[in-house]
């Protein structure tokens, strides 16, 4: 019943900039870690960016400096904020977080994906 949307994805050329949102909705109550992955074709799922309940973040080196993660807790949302966007960086991008609440205790979530294409 819990669900995560990403949304924002999209064609960009090198250099571009795309900002990333992930809403979730559902029976919540808490949610803790909220998170970014991405996954090229061929390659395994790489964590991105994380940010803890408290706003402690983690970013994996290849876009530290370019990327930023946030989080709503309002809103039920993250987000990633992409900046000078290179080639590599095309993947399916994921939203993960890990959700408390009275039916599953935790459990971890993901969304469905959107993709992000850096190309010429």
């Known amino acids: 019943q819990v669900q995560l949307v990403e949304s924002g994805g999209g064609l960009v050329q090198p250099g571009g900039s795309l900002r990333l949102s992930c809403a979730a909705s559902?029976?919540?109550?808490?949610?803790?870690?909220m998170a970014w992955y991405r996954q090229a074709p061929g390659n395994q799922r790489e964590l991105v960016a994380s940010?803890?309940?408290?706003?402690?973040?983690n970013y994996a080196d290849s876009v530290k400096g370019r990327f930023t993660i946030s989080r709503d807790d309002t809103k039920k949302m993250v987000y990633l904020q992409m900046n000078s966007l290179k080639p590599e960086d095309t993947a399916v991008y994921y939203c993960?977080?890990?959700?408390?609440?009275?039916?599953?205790?935790?459990?971890?979530?993901w969304g469905q994906g959107t993709q992000v294409t850096v190309s010429s």
């Open positions: 993960n977080a890990q959700i408390f609440n009275f039916q599953t205790r935790v459990g971890d979530y």
């Open positions: 559902g029976p919540i109550v808490l949610i803790n870690t």
């Open positions: 940010i803890t309940r408290g706003g402690s973040t």
